[in-house]
C-alpha cells in the first residue's frame, strides 16, 4: 500500500486519477481488514452465543453438569458426562483404526505405487472426504449395521465372550449398532483426511535423505520408519489430531448408527451417545426458553471447546513442519 | 521390529556372511509383509469408496424415477417426489454461497495481500482454520441463538446464513493460497504502471487466480450441498411446497434424514434416491474443481 501510494506521488501532472486511486485504496483496504476482522468476531460470537446459551445449565447444575451422568428431559436433570464419554470414546477408537490404514495408503502413495497410479488413487481418497457425512450414515445404518448384527458381533461374541476380562468388552446381545459400529463408520471418515496429511507431509521430506538411506541398503520399510518417520513426526501428529478433530464433532453419520443410548456401558457393542447425537436427536423436543434447550447449547459449548483444543493443537503441530 | 532397526544401524560389515545373509532375508521378509499391508490398507480404502458408491447406485437407481423430480414430498404410499427437497437446497445452497465468498474472498485477499504476516493476519489465519474444521452442528447452534430465536421461527435463510458461515473458511483457504502463488513480478509490473493497489488486485491478482479461486468456491459448494447438521435447527426442513426464505424451508439431506429413518419402504426407497443425486451432485463438483485447477 505505502508502495502505491509513493509512487503515486511521484505522478504529480494526474491528481484527479491518484486522488480516485488512493480513495479506491483506502476503501478496498478497508473492506478486506473489516471482512479479516469479521471473521474474527465470528468465532468469538459462536463461543459467546454457545455459552451465554448454555449459562442456565451451567448456573443450574455446576461443575455437576460436566460430570454427571444423568439425563433426564422429565425430572430436568441434565448431566453431560456420558456424552462426553461417549464423544472421547468414539473418537479415539475412530483413531485407534484409522491411523494404521491412514499411514499405509499414505506410505503406498509416497513410495510404492507407480506413478501413473498416485493421482488416480489420491483422488479416489480425496472424494471419500467429500462423501456428505448423512451419506456415511445411511451406508452404515443399511450395510454396515445388519452386517454387524448378523455375521461380525455374533462371531466375535462367540469367540471372545467367554473369556475373563476381554469379554467384558464385547458383552450383550448383537445389536449391531452401538459404540463400536460408530466408531468404524467415524474411522472411515476421518481415513481421508489422515491420509491426506500423511501423504503431503512425507513429500516434504528432501529425496537426498531417503537417497542416501537406499544407498546404505535400507529397505523402503527401513528408509519410512527411520528416516521418513522421524522428519515427519510432528506433523503426522498434527495429521491426526484434525482427525479427532474431526470425529470429535462428527453428527449425522453417528446419530444414525450410535443406538443412542444415555449410559455408559463397558462393552463395546453397547449403545451410547456424543455430545453431537444428543443435541441432534433432542433439540426438536426442547422448547425455546426451557432448561433442556439450554442443557442442550451448553453440551455445543463444551463440544466446541474440547474440538478447540484438539484444532488449535493440530494446526500448532502441523505448522512448526511449514516454518521449518 | 527393534531387529530390523539395529541391523540397519549396524555399523562396519558383518563378519559372519551366513549371519547376514538370513538377517538380509529377515529384513527383506519385514518390507515385504509391511508393503502387502500397505498395499491392503489402500485396498480397504477404496473398498469403502466402491461399496458406498454401489449401495447408493443398488439402491438408488431402482428408486429413481422422473416423479422424484417432478413431484414434492408427499405421505408415504402416495408416490411422492423429491422437488421440494432439491430446489430447497439449490436455493440455500445457492445463498449460502452468495453470501459467503464475496466475505471469503475479501478476507483471503486481507491475508495474501496486506496482512501477510502480521499478529492480526495470524490471528485471522488461526480462527479460520478452526472454524474450517469446528463440528457443523454447533455452526447451526450458533445460528439457531441469533436468527432463529430473535426472528421468532426456523427459515431458510437462517439455514443459508449458516451454510455462508461453513463456506467462507473454505474461500478463505484457497484464495489466499492461490493469492500466494502468484509471483511478485507481476504485482510490481502492475504498480509500476501506476495502477493503485485496489486496481492491481481486483483486475489483475483476482483474475490471474481466479481458476483456484473458482476451484475453492465449487468446493464449497460441494460441501455445504451435503450438509446436514447445521440445517436441523436453522431451516428446520419442511414436507410441503414453499419457496419462502422465511418460513422453514426444505432441502434434501434433512429429507433424506427423516426419511431414512422412517419405517416407511417407499419413503426409504426416495430417501436411498436423493442420496444418489446428492452424492452424485457433490462428487461431480469436487471432480470438476479438481480438474480446473489441474489445467
Given at each position: 500500500?505505502?508502495?502505491?501510494a509513493?509512487?503515486?506521488?511521484?505522478a504529480?501532472?494526474?491528481?484527479?486519477?491518484?486522488?480516485s486511486?488512493s480513495?479506491?485504496?483506502?476503501?478496498?483496504?478497508?473492506a478486506?481488514?473489516g471482512?479479516?476482522?469479521?471473521?474474527l468476531?465470528l468465532?468469538g460470537?459462536?463461543?459467546?452465543g454457545?455459552?451465554?446459551?448454555?449459562?442456565?445449565?451451567?448456573?443450574?447444575?455446576g461443575?455437576?453438569?460436566?460430570?454427571?451422568?444423568?439425563?433426564?428431559p422429565?425430572q430436568?436433570?441434565?448431566?453431560a458426562?456420558?456424552?462426553?464419554?461417549?464423544?472421547?470414546?468414539t473418537?479415539v477408537?475412530?483413531?485407534?483404526?484409522?491411523?494404521p490404514?491412514?499411514?499405509?495408503?499414505?506410505f503406498?502413495?509416497?513410495?510404492?505405487?507407480?506413478?501413473?497410479?498416485?493421482r488416480?488413487?489420491?483422488?479416489?481418497?480425496?472424494?471419500?472426504?467429500?462423501?456428505?457425512?448423512?451419506?456415511?450414515?445411511?451406508?452404515?445404518?443399511f450395510?454396515?449395521?445388519p452386517f454387524?448384527?448378523?455375521?461380525?458381533?455374533?462371531?466375535?461374541?462367540?469367540?471372545?465372550g467367554e473369556?475373563p476380562l476381554?469379554g467384558?468388552?464385547?458383552?450383550?446381545?448383537?445389536?449391531?449398532t452401538?459404540?463400536?459400529?460408530?466408531?468404524?463408520?467415524?474411522?472411515?471418515?476421518?481415513l481421508?483426511?489422515i491420509?491426506?496429511?500423511?501423504?503431503?507431509?512425507?513429500?516434504?521430506?528432501?529425496?537426498?535423505f531417503?537417497?542416501?538411506?537406499y544407498?546404505?541398503?535400507?529397505t523402503?520399510?527401513?528408509?519410512?520408519?527411520?528416516?521418513?518417520?522421524?522428519?515427519t513426526?510432528?506433523?503426522?501428529?498434527?495429521g491426526?489430531m484434525?482427525?479427532?478433530?474431526?470425529?470429535l464433532?462428527?453428527?449425522?453419520a453417528?446419530t444414525?448408527?450410535i443406538?443412542?443410548?444415555?449410559?455408559?456401558?463397558?462393552?463395546?457393542?453397547?449403545?451410547?451417545?456424543?455430545?453431537?447425537?444428543v443435541?441432534?436427536?433432542?433439540?426438536?423436543e426442547?422448547?425455546?426458553?426451557?432448561?433442556?434447550?439450554?442443557?442442550l447449547?451448553?453440551?455445543?459449548f463444551?463440544?466446541?471447546?474440547?474440538s478447540?483444543?484438539?484444532?488449535?493443537?493440530?494446526?500448532?503441530?502441523?505448522r512448526?513442519k511449514?516454518?521449518? | 521390529?527393534?531387529?530390523t532397526?539395529?541391523?540397519?544401524?549396524?555399523?562396519g560389515?558383518p563378519?559372519?556372511?551366513?549371519?547376514s545373509?538370513?538377517?538380509?532375508?529377515?529384513?527383506?521378509?519385514?518390507?515385504?509383509?509391511?508393503?502387502?499391508?500397505?498395499?491392503?490398507?489402500?485396498?480397504?480404502g477404496?473398498?469403502?469408496?466402491?461399496?458406498?458408491?454401489?449401495?447408493?447406485f443398488?439402491?438408488?437407481?431402482?428408486?429413481?424415477?422422473?416423479?422424484v423430480?417432478?413431484?414434492?414430498?408427499?405421505?408415504?404410499?402416495?408416490?411422492?417426489?423429491?422437488?421440494?427437497?432439491?430446489?430447497?437446497?439449490?436455493?440455500?445452497?445457492?445463498?449460502?454461497t452468495?453470501i459467503?465468498?464475496?466475505?471469503?474472498?475479501?478476507?483471503?485477499?486481507?491475508?495474501?495481500?496486506?496482512a501477510k504476516?502480521?499478529?492480526?493476519?495470524?490471528?485471522v489465519?488461526?480462527?479460520?482454520?478452526?472454524?474450517?474444521?469446528?463440528?457443523?452442528?454447533?455452526?447451526?447452534?450458533?445460528?439457531?441463538?441469533?436468527?432463529?430465536?430473535?426472528?421468532?421461527?426456523?427459515s431458510?435463510?437462517?439455514?443459508?446464513?449458516?451454510?455462508?458461515?461453513?463456506?467462507?473458511?473454505?474461500v478463505?483457504?484457497?484464495?489466499?493460497d492461490m493469492?500466494r502463488?502468484?509471483p511478485?513480478?507481476?504485482?510490481?509490473?502492475?504498480?509500476?504502471l501506476?495502477?493503485?493497489?485496489?486496481?492491481?488486485?481486483?483486475?489483475i491478482?483476482?483474475?490471474?487466480?481466479a481458476?483456484?479461486?473458482?476451484?475453492?468456491?465449487?468446493?464449497?459448494v460441494?460441501?455445504v450441498?451435503?450438509?446436514?447438521?447445521?440445517?436441523l435447527?436453522?431451516s428446520?426442513?419442511?414436507?410441503?411446497?414453499?419457496?419462502?426464505?422465511?418460513?422453514?424451508?426444505s432441502s434434501l439431506?434433512?429429507?433424506?434424514?427423516?426419511?431414512?429413518?422412517?419405517?416407511?419402504?417407499?419413503?426409504?426407497?426416495?430417501?436411498w434416491?436423493?442420496?444418489?443425486i446428492?452424492?452424485l451432485?457433490?462428487?461431480?463438483l469436487?471432480?470438476?474443481?479438481r480438474?480446473?485447477?489441474?489445467?
Open positions: 500500500m505505502s508502495q502505491a509513493t509512487l503515486n506521488a511521484a504529480q501532472p494526474a491528481p484527479f486519477a491518484r486522488r486511486g480513495l479506491g485504496d483506502v476503501i478496498f483496504a478497508a478486506c481488514r471482512a479479516g476482522i469479521f471473521v468476531v468465532l460470537a459462536i463461543i459467546a454457545l455459552f451465554i446459551g448454555g449459562w442456565d445449565a451451567f448456573r443450574t447444575f461443575p455437576a453438569f460436566v460430570t454427571g451422568t444423568d439425563w433426564d422429565v430436568e436433570v441434565f448431566g458426562g456420558v456424552s462426553i464419554y461417549g464423544t472421547v470414546v473418537a477408537l475412530a483413531l485407534i483404526m484409522a491411523v490404514v491412514a499411514f499405509g495408503i499414505a503406498f502413495l509416497t513410495e510404492l505405487a507407480p506413478v501413473w497410479l498416485r488416480p488413487v489420491g483422488t479416489a481418497v480425496e472424494l471419500l472426504a467429500a462423501v456428505p457425512s448423512i451419506i456415511y450414515g445411511m451406508w452404515g445404518f450395510l454396515i449395521v454387524m448384527s448378523q455375521t461380525f458381533q455374533p462371531f466375535v461374541i462367540d469367540t471372545f473369556l476381554v467384558e468388552l464385547f458383552a450383550g446381545p448383537p445389536f449391531g452401538g459404540i463400536f459400529t460408530a466408531s468404524l463408520i467415524l474411522a472411515i471418515m476421518v481421508p483426511f491420509a491426506a496429511v500423511m501423504r503431503d507431509v512425507f513429500n516434504t521430506v528432501p529425496p537426498v531417503k537417497e542416501s538411506a544407498g546404505l541398503g535400507c523402503t520399510w527401513e528408509v519410512v520408519r527411520n528416516v521418513v518417520l522421524p522428519y513426526r510432528v506433523s503426522v501428529v498434527g491426526i484434525l482427525g479427532l478433530g474431526r470425529a464433532g462428527e453428527t449425522m453417528v444414525f448408527v443406538g443412542n443410548a444415555n449410559r455408559i456401558s463397558t462393552s463395546l457393542f453397547g449403545p451410547g451417545n456424543t455430545i453431537a447425537s443435541v441432534a436427536l433432542e433439540f426438536g426442547a422448547t425455546m426458553g426451557s432448561l433442556k434447550l439450554s442443557a447449547l451448553g453440551l455445543g463444551i463440544l466446541f471447546v474440547i478447540f483444543i484438539v484444532l488449535s493443537l493440530s494446526r500448532f503441530l502441523l512448526q511449514v516454518a521449518k | 521390529m527393534s531387529t532397526m539395529n541391523a540397519s544401524s549396524m555399523p560389515r563378519k559372519d556372511m551366513k549371519a545373509a538370513a538377517l538380509g532375508a529377515r529384513r527383506r521378509r519385514v518390507d515385504l509383509i509391511i508393503r502387502a499391508a500397505c498395499f491392503i490398507a489402500t485396498a480397504i477404496l473398498l469403502f469408496l466402491v461399496s458406498i458408491l454401489g449401495t447408493l443398488w439402491n438408488g437407481f431402482s428408486a429413481l424415477s422422473l416423479n423430480f417432478t413431484d414434492i414430498t408427499r405421505p408415504p404410499g402416495s408416490n411422492g417426489g423429491l422437488l421440494n427437497a432439491i430446489i430447497g437446497s439449490l436455493i440455500q445452497t445457492a445463498i449460502g452468495a459467503g465468498t464475496p466475505i471469503g474472498l475479501l478476507v483471503g485477499t486481507y491475508l495474501a495481500e496486506y504476516s502480521t499478529p492480526l493476519a495470524h490471528a489465519r488461526f480462527v479460520s482454520d478452526i472454524l474450517l474444521s469446528a463440528p457443523s452442528i454447533l455452526i447451526g447452534l450458533f445460528v439457531y441463538q441469533i436468527l432463529v430465536v430473535p426472528f421468532g421461527g426456523f431458510g435463510w437462517a439455514g443459508s446464513v449458516a451454510l455462508a458461515i461453513i463456506v467462507i473458511p473454505i478463505i483457504r484457497t484464495t489466499e493469492l502463488l502468484l511478485d513480478t507481476l504485482r510490481e509490473a502492475v504498480i509500476g501506476g495502477a493503485p493497489k485496489w486496481k492491481m488486485i481486483t483486475l491478482c483476482w483474475r490471474a487466480a481458476s483456484g479461486i473458482v476451484t475453492g468456491i465449487l468446493l464449497a460441494a460441501r450441498a451435503g450438509e446436514t447438521a447445521p440445517l435447527f436453522t428446520l426442513g419442511n414436507l410441503n411446497w414453499s419457496l419462502s426464505l422465511s418460513a422453514p424451508m439431506p434433512l429429507t433424506i434424514y427423516a426419511y431414512a429413518g422412517s419405517p416407511y419402504q417407499d419413503w426409504i426407497a426416495l430417501a434416491a436423493g442420496a444418489l446428492i452424492t451432485g457433490v462428487l461431480g469436487n471432480i470438476a474443481a480438474s480446473l485447477l489441474r489445467k
